[in-house]
């Protein structure tokens, strides 16, 4: 390998910035015997509050296992995960359902929606499950930031690809959780759409100061992000700030080596 | 906001789950409808208890004892008159029922297995009678009178003469008036005949009144026990009843028919709700399967185990209300049908207020909703655990089954059956004891069944897969896939199970009594005829013995003359023959000893013998039914006890000496020996005309009409279980739809590489055929199972080996499975029409 990394311990951006969620030397191992399989060995990594970070790496290079454990979605064999100073590596399943509920957000690739609710009702789910309300001025504005104002109660399935992944996103930011989550979000969306979904995330992180760690393969949705963090099979190899598509494109090409 | 879910949820499927609550509503129609039809009839009876008392204070009967010969006379009623207190007191006597059938004007007799037919003595002591004179005369000798209602209905005219068939024979009467029974003549649609006193023993066959009706002062009535005792008090061995206790007595008998009709309801909607269960419980299954990536993204975004479950429960519990609103009206329809149904098969039902309690209602609810309920905790449970994860994960989840607590539960549920089955055969108490334990057993050996189930589909489909292996790419897809989810397939085909498993049950039960009666009659019947009484069951007069000995053209005659005896003071059934005729027209199997002295002896019976220690040369003082006392030694046992249900046999000469009344209960006889053909069709012809209430028929005939009498048992019960198998396919359908909808990814894949529309159309059929099968398998094999216990728990009279109807048993098995084929016709279109690339991308 020819990179170098002039912090392997924890790679920040700023060292005075605020943590919104880490993980130290965090591991996950598949299986056993022969079909042992370690997805992370030893990751140690932190994602600034208020900033827009990208995961990539090639397929099986671990960056989902990441997400899904640092979510406490999924548990690690060893190490341990802070989403801010909690440490969730051992809370109870119970916890995790209040955490996700009330400091997480999410933003998928697809089956993103209740098929069955309108989009108004989708956006305040989170908040309707944990038997808050949504303040309306806020609701408002997110609706009209993600440019959804006009086509609040349709049915996700009265909606295109890309005005339900809005309807994500404004899910996510509704409930102003510390952290989104979002995994491939334009994987599913043609470019000039998924272009349009990064831009609200970004503006989000710079306009209401929300932080999104991002796991995505595409140099282009990666580029939208303040800083981006490699990973190739389970360990983080390098990171990049203020990324552009093409050098991105570059360090990509260049972890295989 | 699990509550909107809940709705939309409920919308979204409307109409899979309209498919599942089919089986609720009929469960919560037939519980309704019991009730409903219980209720209306218990009004309507009510109303007529009160019609038939109204007026009488007090009722004279003779002592219901052994050793009274019961019957009161003139000199009876005039004794009561006496009584201080006695306003007026009449005799009344009432045939046995249906043993007075008039010929309808149409030539006609009135169906016998209708409402009855009741004869009375006339009276027009007024206030007693329920009846009413409303046109022409009271009965003066050889005239009758007849309800307005059935007069009305057949056409009888006042003035005409018809033709009455009685216990004594047929009677030429004259129609004198109509009356109307109590205040608007609501009879039920039973026939209401009266007669003169002054011949109805002649007519009836009966002797002297059976009842007085009597009638108080005010001041009297006011303290009816004394009255009563004072009455009882002239009179000697009778008892004496107030008003009340009639109208109970009345009341209570018609109580337990109502009773009979609720239970047969009320067991047919068990049925219909063990099938629903299993039908709920898989639907849940998999509607919330394929909802498990929806499920796991609403506990991504923070929604706990037990908002998903309220969830789904309100969606199970909304489910059940609606069964129950539609079960409600659809009981009422249910009830209206049976009433049709009846009332096409000639059995008149009596007409009923349609009574809805607040009971009927609350059950109905209760039912339907606490049945959803059920059905849908386990698979709610399960996807209310369903991981966050599964929101990320592609393709359908499959669930692993909890197959270890299934085991546990299928052993415990295995030994508890076992034991209650052993200590039901082996208890050795009353067949009741014995046939409660036994179905006990059958019930938690049909859980551990249920239980173990999943475990089954794979070796039966295994043997299965020897025929459909052969039917090409589909075929095996189709065991494949039924192996793939054991746990569904065998919970779709449990609904099947418990169908069949009741209709095999009573097929092998039926079989063996048919097998039991055919081999009792085939060796021991050498008699050429068998004249019964199938219409009152009141028997015929001794002279009819008489009269068949007398013609020459018949031979061997011997009737049987029920009765009861005391012996060690245990009053017995006893019957007498002709020990002379016996021996050549029945072989009875006495095993030990043999026919004694006519007038001293007694053979008695080998369940009596071998469970008293009787042995041949005991002597017992017997007291007969008049008083008299005999010395009876015992000189023979018999084995066939098939014919015989007594367990004591005497000669005729037993009766006769000590004076012993009783009718001929049945009557055998033979042609006598080298007799004309033509003499003896002659002699029968003379039988048929004269003895109208009885069936002559040869020993084969009688067995043809017997087994019918099963089959038409059985039919009855087939056809109420045959809606718990519609139910069970619905079920499968059901079922299969949701699988291929599961599959569409699967199935655009079979396609894309080249499986046409048909072989998808027949994977898909043959999976529901697979289904099936195994459903009526299993099934099948219950049923044997448990028609076997039941034959264990029969007197051995009654059914003594296991007799298995192997054709009918596999045409059911063969029926199931092509039933199972017609259940997949719509889930397969549906496979067979997608679009290759839609199924792929989705």
Same mark, same amino acid.
């Not at chain 2, 997949?824 to 279109?829: K, N, S």
């Given at each position: ?167 994500? =996103? ?88 | ?98 043993? =007075?059938? *008039? ?138 009843? @107030?008003?009340? @206790? ?54 991504? =975004? ?36 049976? @009433? ?113 189930? *999943? ?193 004591w046999l005497v000669d005729v000469a037993v009766y006769n000496t000590a004076g012993v009344v009783a009718s001929e209960t049945w009557i055998a006889f033979s042609a006598a020996a080298g007799a004309d053909a033509t003499a003896v069709a002659a002699a029968i012809d003379r039988i048929e005309e004269r003895y109208p209430q009885g069936e002559l028929e040869t020993a084969s005939e009688f067995q043809e009409r017997m087994e019918g009498l099963i089959d038409q048992i059985l ?9 718990? =198998? ?78 298995? *109807? ?37």
């Open positions: 390998m020819n990179l170098s990394l002039q912090n392997s311990t924890i790679p920040t951006l700023d060292a005075t910035a605020q943590i919104a969620a880490s993980a130290r030397s965090a591991t996950k191992v598949y299986g056993d015997g022969d079909t042992r399989v370690t997805a992370l060995d030893h990751v140690d990594v932190a994602f600034e509050a208020s900033r827009f970070t990208a995961i990539m790496g090639p397929s099986g290079s671990g960056k989902s296992t990441l997400m899904h454990c640092m979510a406490g979605l999924d548990r690690l064999s060893e190490g341990s995960v802070f989403i801010g100073s909690t440490d969730i590596t051992a809370t109870s399943e119970k916890e995790l359902t209040t955490l996700r509920r009330e400091r997480l957000g999410f933003i998928f690739q697809a089956f993103n929606l209740i098929p069955t609710l309108s989009a108004v009702e989708n956006i305040t789910l989170p908040s309707d499950l944990a038997g808050n309300r949504v303040e309306s001025a806020w609701l408002e504005h997110v609706v009209a930031t993600v440019g959804l104002a006009d086509r609040i109660d349709h049915r996700p399935n009265e909606l295109s690809g890309g005005q339900q992944q809005r309807v994500a =996103v404004a899910r996510a930011l509704a409930g102003r959780p510390e952290l989104i989550f979002a995994d491939e979000p334009t994987g599913n969306l043609d470019s000039r759409t998924g272009a349009e979904i990064l831009e609200f995330m970004r503006q989000a992180v710079r306009e209401f100061g929300q932080s999104i760690v991002m796991v995505t393969h595409d140099p282009v949705a990666a580029s939208y992000a303040d800083r981006v963090v490699f990973l190739a099979d389970g360990r983080v190899v390098d990171e990049l700030i203020d990324p552009t598509p093409d050098n991105v494109l570059d360090r990509m090409r260049n972890l295989g080596d | 906001m699990i509550a909107k879910l809940t709705i939309r949820n409920l919308r979204a499927n409307s109409g899979r789950f309209a498919m599942t609550t089919f089986g609720v509503v009929l469960a919560v129609s037939f519980v309704v409808s019991a009730f409903v039809l219980g209720d209306g009839l218990r009004r309507t009876f009510g109303d007529l208890t009160t019609d038939i008392v109204a007026g009488t204070d007090l009722e004279v009967r003779p002592l219901d004892e052994f050793g009274i010969i019961g019957s009161l006379d003139d000199d009876d009623v005039a004794a009561v008159l006496a009584v201080d207190g006695v306003v007026d007191a009449v005799g009344f006597v009432e045939a046995p029922e249906n043993s =007075v059938r *008039p010929i309808t004007p149409a030539g006609e007799e009135i169906p016998g297995a209708g409402p009855p037919q009741l004869a009375f003595s006339w009276s027009d002591a007024p206030g007693f009678s329920p009846f009413t004179l409303i046109e022409g005369e009271a009965p003066e000798l050889g005239e009758f009178v007849i309800d307005f209602g059935s007069a009305d209905r057949h056409g009888f005219e006042i003035g005409d003469a018809y033709t009455v068939l009685t216990g004594t024979g047929r009677h030429e009467l004259t129609l004198s008036g109509l009356t109307r029974f109590g205040s608007d003549n609501q009879t039920l649609g039973a026939t209401l005949m009266a007669m003169n006193a002054n011949e109805t023993d002649a007519l009836f066959g009966t002797m002297g009144f059976d009842s007085i009706a009597v009638a108080l002062t005010d001041s009297a009535r006011a303290d009816i026990d004394s009255a009563a005792a004072l009455v009882g008090g002239a009179l000697t061995d009778v008892e004496v009843l @107030t008003q009340a @206790t009639i109208e109970e007595e009345t009341a209570a008998e018609f109580n337990t028919q109502i009773d009979i009709i609720q239970s047969i309801l009320l067991g047919f909607a068990g049925v219909s709700l063990l099938v629903s269960i299993f039908i709920i419980g898989n639907t849940f299954a998999i509607v919330l399967a394929q909802r498990t990536r929806e499920m796991g993204l609403l506990r991504l =975004v923070g929604a706990d185990a037990n908002q998903l479950r309220r969830g789904a429960m309100g969606e199970a519990g909304a489910i059940g209300l609606l069964a129950s609103a539609i079960g409600i009206p659809g009981g009422i329809g249910v009830a209206a049908g049976l @009433t049709a149904l009846f009332d096409a098969l000639g059995l008149t039902f009596p007409d009923y207020d349609i009574v809805i309690a607040t009971r009927t209602i609350l059950v109905a609810l209760a039912v339907g909703v606490g049945v959803t309920l059920i059905s849908a905790w386990w698979p709610t449970r399960n996807a209310a655990r369903v991981p966050a994860l599964a929101a990320l994960r592609t393709g359908a989840a499959g669930r692993s089954e909890t197959s270890r607590t299934r085991t546990i539960v299928a052993i415990a549920l295995a030994a508890i059956g076992a034991a209650c089955v052993a200590v039901g055969i082996a208890g050795g108490g009353s067949t009741t004891a014995m046939i409660t334990m036994l179905a006990i057993g059958a019930i938690a050996i049909f859980g551990a069944v249920t239980a173990i189930s *999943p475990r089954l589909v794979g070796p039966i489909a295994s043997a299965f897969g020897l025929v459909f292996e052969r039917l090409g790419m589909p075929g095996r897809l189709a065991i494949r896939n039924a192996r793939r989810q054991a746990g569904r397939t065998a919970t779709t085909a449990a609904a099947l199970m418990i169908g069949l498993a009741v209709v095999s049950m009573a097929l092998v039960v039926g079989e063996s009594v048919k097998t039991e009666l055919g081999s009792a009659l085939d060796e021991s019947v050498m008699a050429d005829y068998l004249l019964t009484d199938q219409v009152a069951d009141a028997g015929f007069p001794t002279s009819v013995v008489e009269e068949l000995e007398a013609d020459p053209a018949l031979g061997a005659v011997t009737g049987f003359r029920n009765s009861q005896m005391q012996v060690d003071d245990e009053v017995v059934d006893v019957t007498a023959a002709s020990f002379d005729a016996l021996p050549t027209l029945f072989d009875l199997d006495i095993s030990e000893g043999g026919f004694g002295d006519p007038t001293s002896s007694a053979i008695v019976s080998r369940s009596l013998a071998d469970e008293d220690s009787v042995a041949i040369g005991d002597v017992f003082a017997a007291t007969l039914n008049n008083g008299a006392t005999v010395d009876l030694a015992v000189s023979g046992i018999f084995d066939e006890d098939s014919l015989i249900a007594e367990d039919s009855v019960l087939n056809a109420l279980v045959a809606l718990a =198998v519609v139910i069970a396919l619905i079920g499968i359908a059901n079922t299969l739809a949701l699988s291929v909808s599961e599959r569409t990814r699967e199935i655009g894949l079979a396609r894309a590489v080249g499986m046409s529309r048909r072989g998808v159309r027949r994977m898909i059929r043959y999976e529901s055929a697979v289904i099936a099968a195994f459903g009526a398998v299993l099934g099948v094999a219950m049923g044997i199972g448990f028609g076997w216990l039941m034959v264990e728990a029969l007197p051995a009279s009654f059914a003594d080996a296991l007799a298995i *109807p192997s054709g009918q048993i596999i045409t059911l098995v063969v029926i199931a499975s092509v039933a199972g084929l017609l259940a997949a016709l719509l889930p397969a279109r549906r496979a067979g029409r997608m679009n290759v690339l839609d199924a792929i991308a989705s």
